[in-house]
C-alpha cells in the first residue's frame, strides 16, 4: 500500500489523503500516468537516483507506468528496478514527469516535459544559465528540490543528512594521512574514503574499531587534546555528528574549549557544536538577535576565528553561507590560524615531530566556494577530496606533506554513499510525486492544480521564469549592467577580471606591472603625465594599457578612471596621494601606495572605514620591507616573553661601488626629489630615552654617523625623519632608543653640506627659474646665488663659493665637479631643489649595464625576563639587474613590494579596511614569504649577551 510521511499528512488534511493520491491516477480523462528517471551523467561518481527500486514498486502498484534510462553507474541496477516493475528504455519521450538528481545536459532536455531536479539556478548561478535558457525556449516546466519547503522555509527534500555522514568519514580518512605527513601515526588512517564502504554500517564499524584504539591512548601526546567544531544544527551536521558518536568523545561549550585543549584527555576526543549566538556579534552593543540577523546580518561580526577556531584540530562545516553574512573565518583569519606557532602546552618528547598549528584539518560540508570558509575557493571532487591549503595561499592536491590545513568540500559527497542516499532521498520524495504527475508542461501554470510545496517549487512554465522567480532575471539583468547587489558582487568576484589603475609610470612602476600581469586573469591600466613612458611600459607587459592624466592640471578623468577599476596604486609622488585617497573614498576602491602616512592621510582613516574602504600605506622597500622585517622580530620577541629595549634601522639605495666616481658618491634610482629633500628635512630619534631633535634646513647632514656593519662597504648614516612615533606605532613601550636612518656612502653628506650652503635645495620659487622667463646658464644662476654680478670673472665666481662652503674643498669640489658652475643652460623648473632635481636626474642617472643595491639592516635589542640580552641583527642586500631590460635594486625592492600587496588586496587576504601600514602578522609575513620568492631574501645574526 502506498506509504504517506506524516509532515505530507499534514497538509493533506483538507482531504483524504489516501483516496488523493490514487484518484490522480484513475481519472479516466488522463489515461496511465507516465514518469521517468533519467540517467545521471553529470559526473562520473554519480550513483544516485531520485527514486529506488522500492519506491518505483509502489508507484507501479498505484497505476503509475515508469521509465528508467539504463544507466549501469547507478548503485542499483537495472535488474532490481526491472523486478521493480520499471520498463527500462533508452526512449522517456512518453513520460509527461522526468525526475533526475543533478543538472542535465542541453542537448538531452526534451521539449514540452515537466522535468525536476537539483537545477543550481536559484541564485542565478552563471555556469547553469545556459541550461536555464534552453529550457526556457523548450517550454520545460521545471521544478527544484531545493526549493521544496513547508511554510517555515524548511527543506523536505534533501541528501543533507548523508551528505554530513561521507564528509565526516572523509575528513578522518583526510586527519589520518595528513597528520601521518607531519609525522605522526593515528588510528585515523585506517578510516577510508565514505565510498569504499557498502553503506554506513560498515564505515560505523571501522570508526568504532579506531574508536577502541583512541581510548587505549593510541593518540600521540604530542598532537595535544583532539577537538571536532561542528556547525550548523540542520541534518547535514546531524549526519556528521552521527559519525563521530561512534569514537570515545564528550560534548563541551565553547567557554570550555581553551582549558580543554590544554588540559584535555589523550583517550577521547571532544565535540563542540557552536551556534550562531556563540560566535555572531553585534557591532554595535554586542549580543545576538536572531531575527535581526537574518534581516542584517551586515550589522554583525563574526568571532569564531578567535574565540572557537584557535581551539579546534578540526572543523566540520554544515551551514549555509548567505552573501553578506559575516565569514566563519576569513581569508586574514586563515593566514592567522595557519602560521607557524608554539603550543608549549603540548606534552613534546625529544626528537618528536612538532604540529606547525593546532588547525589540521577543514571539512566544508556546505560546498559553498568562498563562503563562510573564505580560504575555501574552489570544490574539491571526489577523485581528489583533499588539498593543502597554507596561510601564503597555496593549495597542493598532489601531496598531504608541506605547510596548511587540509581540506575536504567535496560537492556531491551524497554520491559516496549512493544506496542509503537513494533510500533517504526517495523515502521524502514520493509523497510529492501524486502533485508532479498532475503537471502538464503545455498546459498554462495557473491551471497547475498541486500543493504549495510542489506548485511553489516551480522556476519555468510556459516558456517563462514564474513569478516567485522574476528575480533570477533581474539579477542576471544586473549583472549584465554590472549593477552590484551583494548577491551578485559574491559571484561576480570569483570569475570577473580584476582591473588594477597604475598612476605613475616613474622609476619603479615596471616591477609592479610586470608581478600584477604574470596572473591572466589581472589586467592592468598604467596613467602617467607622459604619454610615452605609459606607452612603452604598456608594450613590454601584456593586458596593459596607457592613458594620459596630468594631476598638476586637475586630473580631471581621475574619477572616471578609479570608478572602473577594482584597485588604485598610486606611484605619484606624496602631494598627490591625498586627492587620489578621496576619489577612492568617493568610489568604494581600495588604494595601495609605498609612501608614508602623512596627517592628511591618516585623517582619512574614519572615512575609509565608513565607505569599506582600504588605503594600504608604506609597502615598499623604506618604509615597507623595513617594517615587515622588524615587525616579525618584534611579534617573535613579544610572543615569547620578551621585551624590545632598542630598535636602529638603516636602509638605502645606492650605486655599485664601482659607480661612486662622482661629488655625491650617488646615482638616482629613483626619484632625485625625494633625496634631496630630505637633505633639509627636519628629523627626531631617542637615544637613551633621550629625545634628539634635529631641526630643518640642512643640520641633518651634522648628524651623520659612520656605519660598520658591513666593512666592505665604505658607509654612514643620517637619521630619517620622525623615529619616536614609532615607539607607538610598533608597540615597543620598552625601547629606550629608536632611529631609523638612511643609509649613503662616506663623502655625500659632505657634499651635500656644500649644495645646501648655497640655496640649491630651497623649495621657495625664485624669479630667475621660471620656465617662462630668459634663459640662464648654471654660472649665471649661481652668481645670483652668493650675491655677485653675472659678468663676473669665472675664478672669482669659484672663490665665492668656496667662502660659501666654509672654505671647504670636498663642498666646493661637490658643486664644481657637478658642473655647476659653468656655462650650461638651466632647465628651469621654478624653485632650486626641483631644477636641481631635474639636472641631477640626467646627470647622475644609471647608464646601460650599471647597477645599483639596497642595504637595509635592522638591529633589535633584546632583554627576556631571565635578564639575559640578545641583538637580532637583520640584514638585506639586494643587487639590481645589469641586463639592459632587468629592474633596478629599488625599483625591485618597491616594485614587487607594492605588487605582492596589490595581489592580496585583489584576492581578498587584506579586508581590513581604513588607513593601514604592513604592521600585521596577515600583511607582513605573506609579503616577506612572497618577495624571498623573488630574490629579496634577508639575513639574521642573532648574537646573545649575558
Not at 542584517?296 to 563574526?302: D, L, Q, V, W
Not at 623573488?934 to 642573532?942: L, R
Request: glycine share 8%.
Amino acid at each position: 500500500m502506498w506509504r504517506l510521511q506524516p509532515h505530507r499528512l499534514g497538509q493533506l488534511a483538507c482531504r483524504d489523503a489516501r483516496s488523493a493520491l490514487f484518484q490522480s491516477y484513475r481519472c479516466a480523462s488522463s489515461g496511465q500516468k507516465v514518469m521517468a528517471i533519467r540517467r545521471e551523467d553529470h559526473n562520473v561518481w554519480e550513483g544516485r537516483a531520485p527514486l529506488a527500486p522500492s519506491h518505483v514498486k509502489q508507484l507501479v502498484k498505484a497505476g503509475v507506468k515508469v521509465l528508467v534510462q539504463p544507466n549501469n553507474r547507478r548503485a542499483y541496477t537495472m535488474h532490481e528496478y526491472q523486478q521493480a516493475g520499471a520498463i527500462i528504455q533508452e526512449d522517456i519521450t512518453e513520460a509527461s514527469l522526468i525526475l533526475g538528481v543533478k543538472q542535465i545536459p542541453i542537448d538531452a532536455l526534451l521539449p514540452n516535459h515537466t522535468y525536476c531536479f537539483f537545477s543550481h539556478t536559484i541564485k542565478a548561478q552563471e555556469e547553469n544559465m545556459p541550461m536555464l535558457d534552453a529550457i526556457l525556449e523548450k517550454n520545460i516546466r521545471l521544478l527544484d528540490y531545493e526549493r521544496f519547503v513547508d511554510e517555515n522555509g524548511k527543506r523536505l527534500v534533501a541528501f543533507g543528512k548523508h551528505a554530513g555522514v561521507a564528509g565526516m568519514i572523509n575528513i578522518l580518512h583526510g586527519m589520518g594521512v595528513r597528520l601521518l605527513a607531519l609525522g605522526h601515526y593515528t588510528p585515523f588512517l585506517h578510516v577510508g574514503l565514505a565510498h569504499n564502504y557498502r553503506g554506513t554500517g560498515m564505515a560505523k564499524q571501522a570508526v568504532r574499531d579506531i574508536g577502541y584504539e583512541i581510548a587505549l591512548g593510541s593518540i600521540p601526546r604530542s598532537m595535544g587534546p583532539v577537538i571536532f567544531i561542528f556547525t550548523g544544527s540542520g541534518n547535514v551536521s546531524k549526519g556528521a555528528r552521527e559519525i563521530f558518536r561512534e569514537l570515545p568523545h564528550e560534548w563541551v561549550e565553547v567557554e570550555h574549549l581553551p582549558k580543554v585543549a590544554r588540559q584535555g584527555s589523550m583517550n577521547k576526543l571532544y565535540g563542540c557544536v557552536v551556534s550562531r549566538g556563540d560566535h555572531y556579534e553585534r557591532i554595535e552593543g554586542g549580543g545576538f538577535d536572531v531575527e535581526e540577523f537574518t534581516q542584517h546580518p551586515e550589522r554583525y561580526i563574526s568571532t569564531f576565528s578567535l574565540k572557537v577556531a584557535p581551539y579546534a584540530t578540526c572543523i566540520v562545516n554544515g551551514i549555509y553561507y548567505a552573501p553578506g553574512s559575516p565569514r566563519l573565518i576569513s581569508i586574514p583569519d586563515a593566514k592567522t590560524l595557519l602560521r607557524r606557532q608554539e603550543m608549549p602546552w603540548l606534552q613534546q618528547s625529544p626528537g618528536s615531530p612538532t604540529l606547525p598549528h593546532r588547525l589540521i584539518a577543514i571539512c566544508d560540508i556546505s560546498a559553498d566556494p568562498g563562503g563562510s570558509i573564505e580560504i575555501m575557493d574552489q570544490c574539491t571532487t571526489i577523485d581528489r577530496p583533499f588539498c593543502i591549503y597554507d596561510a601564503d595561499q597555496h593549495k597542493n592536491s598532489e601531496s598531504f606533506d608541506g605547510d596548511g590545513v587540509v581540506i575536504c568540500s567535496v560537492e556531491q559527497l551524497p554520491a559516496q554513499i549512493p544506496i542509503e542516499a537513494t533510500d533517504y532521498f526517495g523515502d521524502r520524495l514520493i509523497s510529492w510525486v501524486p502533485d508532479m504527475l498532475k503537471s502538464f508542461a503545455t498546459e498554462p501554470f495557473e491551471k497547475y492544480e498541486a500543493c504549495p510545496s510542489v506548485k511553489n517549487a516551480v522556476i519555468t512554465s510556459n516558456g517563462k521564469i514564474t513569478p516567485n522567480y522574476a528575480y533570477i532575471e533581474t539579477m542576471r539583468t544586473k549583472r549584465r549592467l554590472r549593477i552590484g547587489s551583494r548577491e551578485l558582487a559574491f559571484i561576480a568576484a570569483k570569475t570577473k577580471l580584476k582591473k588594477v589603475l597604475v598612476l605613475g609610470s616613474g622609476y619603479v612602476s615596471a616591477p609592479v606591472l610586470e608581478y600584477l600581469t604574470r596572473q591572466k586573469s589581472v589586467s592592468v591600466t598604467i596613467a602617467s603625465n607622459s604619454r610615452s613612458e605609459a606607452a612603452q611600459l604598456a608594450s613590454k607587459y601584456p593586458n596593459t594599457e596607457p592613458h594620459y592624466v596630468d594631476m598638476i592640471e586637475g586630473a580631471e578623468n581621475l574619477d572616471g578612471l578609479v570608478k572602473e577599476h577594482d584597485l588604485i596604486i598610486s606611484m605619484f609622488p606624496q602631494t598627490f596621494h591625498i586627492q587620489v585617497a578621496k576619489t577612492c573614498i568617493k568610489y568604494q576602491k581600495n588604494m595601495l601606495t609605498s609612501s608614508y602616512i602623512s596627517q592628511e592621510m591618516r585623517e582619512l582613516h574614519n572615512q575609509a572605514k565608513q565607505a569599506g574602504v582600504t588605503l594600504l600605506n608604506e609597502m615598499g622597500l623604506d618604509p615597507g620591507i623595513d617594517h615587515c622585517l622588524a615587525m616579525e622580530v618584534f611579534d617573535e620577541v613579544k610572543e615569547s616573553g620578551g621585551k624590545v629595549t632598542s630598535f636602529i634601522s638603516y636602509c638605502g639605495g645606492l650605486p655599485s661601488p664601482e659607480l661612486t666616481c662622482n661629488p655625491l658618491r650617488y646615482k638616482f634610482s629613483w626619484s632625485p626629489m625625494g633625496v634631496l629633500s630630505n637633505a633639509i628635512r627636519p628629523s627626531r630619534y631617542l637615544r637613551d630615552n633621550e629625545p634628539v631633535e634635529i631641526p630643518a634646513g640642512g643640520a641633518l647632514m651634522d648628524a651623520v654617523e659612520e656605519l660598520d656593519f658591513l666593512p666592505g662597504f665604505n658607509l654612514e648614516g643620517i637619521p630619517n625623519r620622525d623615529s619616536i612615533i614609532y615607539k607607538d606605532i610598533f608597540k615597543i613601550p620598552d625601547a629606550h632608543t629608536i632611529l631609523r636612518g638612511s643609509i649613503r656612502y662616506k663623502g655625500f653628506c659632505n657634499a651635500m653640506k656644500g649644495i645646501v650652503s648655497v640655496g640649491l635645495i630651497s623649495p621657495d620659487p625664485v624669479s630667475a627659474l621660471h620656465p617662462g622667463g630668459p634663459d640662464i646658464t648654471w654660472k649665471e644662476f649661481m652668481c645670483g646665488q652668493v650675491n655677485a654680478p653675472t659678468d663676473i670673472f669665472h675664478d672669482t665666481l669659484k672663490d665665492l663659493v668656496f667662502e660659501k662652503c666654509g672654505r671647504d674643498k670636498a663642498k666646493y669640489r661637490a658643486i664644481a665637479d657637478l658642473g655647476l658652475l659653468d656655462d650650461e643652460l638651466v632647465e628651469k623648473k621654478y624653485t632650486p631643489v626641483d631644477t636641481l632635481a631635474k639636472y641631477l636626474d640626467s646627470r647622475l642617472m644609471y647608464g646601460p649595464g650599471e647597477r645599483d643595491l639596497v642595504i637595509l639592516r635592522n638591529l633589535t635589542e633584546v632583554k627576556w625576563p631571565n635578564a639575559a640580552t640578545e641583538l637580532r641583527d637583520v640584514r638585506l642586500v639586494v643587487y639590481g639587474d645589469s641586463a639592459p631590460n632587468g629592474h633596478s635594486a629599488m625599483a625591485k625592492c618597491v616594485g614587487y613590494t607594492v605588487g605582492v600587496a596589490a595581489n592580496m588586496l585583489l584576492e581578498g587576504e587584506i579586508q581590513e579596511k581604513g588607513v593601514l601600514m604592513p604592521k600585521d602578522v596577515t600583511i607582513y609575513r605573506p609579503v616577506l614569504q612572497r618577495l624571498r620568492k623573488e630574490g629579496i631574501i634577508a639575513t639574521e645574526d642573532i648574537i646573545r649577551g649575558k
